[in-house]
């Protein structure tokens, strides 16, 4: 069989994307009124049933232990501290140069 060079020849170039499609027109003020729909009546506030779904998501925690606590504020105070050395050595060795700056420039 032979090869039709005619099919293998492109066409046109087409924009790569999704077609292009006419926008929808805007209902008339008759049509958006009629379709609008009411909202649903407001279900009132009921304090047993929030009691109740309070109660069913604190079953849901799980706390952490005596011990789990203790590891993690020793955790916490480790990293405060290093942090606060870091700090404190960075505001130093740019007070240092200031002062050092202001001693050559004056």
Known sequence: MAKDKGASAPT?????????TAPPAKPTAAQAAASRKPPPPKVPFNLARFAREVQAEARKITWTTWKETWITSVMVFIMVT???LFFLV???SLSFLMQQLLRFAG
Do not use: H, L, Q
Request: zero cysteines; glycine letters at 14%.
């Open 12 to 20: 046109a170039s087409r924009p790569k994307g999704p077609a292009r």
């Open 82 to 84: 290093v942090t606060a």
């Open 90 to 92: 960075i505001d130093g």
